[in-house]
């Protein structure tokens, strides 16, 4: 095994931590992954003048993300901070713009606050044993609700005739207690393994008071929560179907009386329907949802339907994209969402008459390493802010008032402007497989010169039911910094090119999307700079999957890393946290019933044809991809000897593989040392900077 701080050992030290002769280096170096900084969650006021949102950036001291919250002039983009002690997040406004509620770390466990914006007090309102999440203020400002798992008792088994186990003397150091889990999701990646328990809803007096719990019983109570023009009821989604732990895509929306807490079902779909928001007159609900046909992947719709439930219509049929994040409008004519096209975020409001109408575009989502799809927003009467960002510039805030979109933080320009950063840019792709287009885009070092010949690496996206964008990406732009020119691409089974080329590989991933992956690669190569002679591979979870299926399929690159990869289907299923959804709907039978088409699937059937120098990484707390799927491949390759190595990066999860900065930095310098290891003269003039 290679702890992720043995850099050295695969290559010398990270890219570009040398200084130049003449000052500071203009290539992004690992150390700035502590300098960047990133607009979250960006809430605007009721009337337009302020907004407030989760300003991210890193800890040098504890090696992690630190969120704060601050507030942004509308007019003048001044900025001053909310809360800056602790980890806060989640801001809301109060209806009429006088306070906002936030969750916050600044006492301990994170805590309900509220903060009075005239006079600049500030309380915390709760003391509670978990975190509140989908915090929503009741029209008269008076109560806020908020979702929270509450505990309940492990399993126990009692022991007929051995009688009362021994008391535990004071003071003795006995081994930890046993841990027995009897239900279906007992581990999260993230999570860990769960206390027993379930999410329920509760309201609380928004100047401070006892929380009041609504719902009971053994099933989850989703948000998000909204509360009725009236203030005598709450709408949410939950899942009470009677296997629901199995049928995790049975939610439907309900709405909560707060007199009497009785609860009413309002949808009835074989499916999913979740994120209720209800118009400012009360007489309608928009909300998503899909049929479900145990597949892989489905389109979310955005739907209106009647308060009572009835008269439901598709407001997004036509779009053949997925929505997300519905919202009102002030005047009630439409309704807000996001979706993605072609791996671009939009915000679009959908109108009752039909139409749907595009108002901007080149959201920024929440990850700074890869260039995933995304974005966030909130609207009023006086605007939408929402999340925006660019190949070289990572998430800001920006406002779009009368037609108009502003770019309200810059807070990344003083980093930058001594940076120089690889440029992103589109490149067609016609797949060799019955020629489908494909989208795929190329970052060229700093400095790129045309004439010369670079190293490539192919970087593969996870999911796979999930898409890259031309966005920021720190990891990308180290590499890019290196020397190489850097290649993603959204092949078939990416969703935000419609239904038909998400569902291409329902039942059959990996398949041809390894084909479109490699016309990329061709494509990169015909443009000249490439040099042939000179290919690596890398991708995470899905991406590491497809990472270990092409060295299985072809010998054309000289080193692969396989970060947290799918390896083994069979025991990947039996292994994952996710497995119910997985089995169910990634699959048209389980494992034991058709062992022969898990293994066609997986990359491990393929290794007796590996000669590809291949890397393997993963996080020791990884509970979607687990440890296990890395080290049978790691050990395959042993037995084979294929030149191999096992990164396990301590403490990371699955999707916080590269949270910490100093994580990233190691495992960027992991990748590019065995690159490095594997890589030979150019053919042409060296791209090597």
């Keep these: 095994m290679i702890a992720v701080a043995c850099v050295v050992a695969l290559g010398g030290a990270l890219p570009g931590l040398a200084k130049d002769a003449d000052g500071p ?6 150390a700035d992954l502590f300098r960047l900084e990133l607009a979250q969650d960006p809430q605007i006021s009721p009337d337009g003048a302020v907004v407030a949102y989760v300003r991210t950036d890193a800890d040098i001291m504890t ?23 602790g980890a806060s997040f989640s801001p809301r406004w109060s209806p009429d713009g006088a306070k906002l509620a936030y ?10 606050f509220v903060r009075w914006i005239k006079s600049g007090a500030t309380a915390r309102i709760t003391e509670l044993p978990s975190s509140p999440t989908d915090i929503a203020w009741s029209p008269d400002g008076k109560t806020i609700a908020f979702s929270m798992m509450t505990t309940e008792a492990a399993p126990a088994f009692a022991a007929p005739g ?27 990646d993230g999570a860990g393994y769960l206390t027993p328990g379930f999410s329920h809803l509760f309201v609380v007096p928004a100047d401070g008071g006892a929380p009041r719990q609504l719902t009971f019983g053994r099933v989850n109570e989703e948000g998000r929560l909204r509360w009725a023009p009236d203030g005598r009821s709450l709408v949410y989604s939950a899942n009470h179907d009677p296997d629901w732990a199995r049928e995790a895509d ?17 949808t009835h779909r074989q499916g999913t329907d979740q994120s209720p928001d209800i118009s400012p007159d009360g007489s309608k609900i928009a909300y998503l949802g899909y049929d479900a046909h145990r597949r892989g992947y489905e389109n979310v719709q955005l739907y209106v339907m009647d308060r009572n439930g009835e008269n439901a219509r598709s407001l997004t049929a036509s779009l053949d994209r997925s929505a997300s994040a519905p919202r009102w409008a002030a005047d009630g004519r439409g309704v807000y969402f996001l979706y993605v096209d072609h791996g671009v975020s939009k915000l679009a409001e959908a109108l009752l008459d039909g ?15 890869r260039p995933y799809s995304g974005g966030s927003y909130s609207a009023s009467r006086g605007g939408v802010a929402f999340t925006q960002g660019a190949p070289d510039e990572p998430g800001d805030v920006a406002l779009l008032a009368g037609g108009v979109v502003k770019r309200l933080t810059h807070l990344n320009d003083s980093l930058f402007a001594a940076k120089a950063l690889g440029k992103v840019t589109h490149l067609a792709v016609s797949s060799s497989a019955g020629g489908l287009p494909i989208d795929a885009w190329m970052i060229t070092p700093p400095d790129f010169n045309p004439q010369k010949k670079y190293p490539l690496i192919l970087e593969i996206h996870g999911g796979p039911y999930s898409s890259y964008g031309p966005v920021f990406a720190s990891e990308l732009q180290l590499y890019a910094a290196a020397g190489y020119v850097v290649l993603y691409a959204n092949p078939r089974g990416s969703t935000s090119y419609g ?74 299923v039996l292994t994952t946290d996710a497995y119910p959804f997985m089995a169910q709907d990634w699959f048209s039978k389980m494992p034991w019933e058709d062992p022969d088409g898990y293994w066609r699937r997986s990359p491990l059937s393929l290794v007796g044809a590996v000669t590809t120098p291949t890397l393997l990484m993963v996080g020791t707390d990884d509970h979607r991809t687990p ?12 037995l084979r000897g294929v030149p191999t190595a096992l990164v396990q990066v301590p403490g990371a999860s699955h999707h916080g593989l590269a949270d910490r900065p100093s994580q990233e930095a190691a495992e960027a310098g992991v990748i590019l040392g065995w690159f490095a290891r594997y890589r030979s003269e150019p053919t042409g003039s060296s791209g090597q900077p």
């Design 25 to 30: 280096v203009r290539r992004l170096q690992s």
């Design 63 to 85: 090696d992690s993300d630190r969120r704060t919250i601050w507030l942004v002039d509308a007019a003048t983009g001044e900025q001053s901070p909310l809360a800056a002690t």
């Design 103 to 112: 969750v916050s770390t600044a006492d301990g466990r994170p805590q309900l």
């Design 162 to 188: 051995l009688g009362a186990p021994a008391a535990k003397p004071e003071g003795a150091k006995w081994a930890e207690p046993l841990r027995i889990y009897d239900t279906v999701t007992y581990r999260f």
């Design 250 to 266: 049975q939610s439907q929306v309900y709405e909560l009386s707060l007199a009497d807490g009785t609860q009413r079902q309002l």
């Design 355 to 369: 139409k749907i109408r595009e108002l901007a575009a080149g959201m920024s989502g929440a990850e700074l390493d």
């Design 499 to 572: 239904f038909a080329f998400a569902d291409a590989i329902n039942d059959n991933y990996p398949s041809n999307d390894y084909d479109d992956l490699m016309s990329a690669v061709d494509a990169a190569v015909a443009t000249g700079f490439v040099d042939k002679d000179n290919l690596f591979v890398t991708g995470g979870s899905g991406g590491g999957l497809l990472t270990a299926w092409i060295v299985g399929k072809t010998h054309r690159f000289r080193a692969a890393v396989a970060q947290k990869p799918v390896i083994n289907w069979t025991s990947e």
């Design 627 to 638: 440890p296990s799927e890395a080290e049978q491949y790691y050990q395959a390759l042993q």
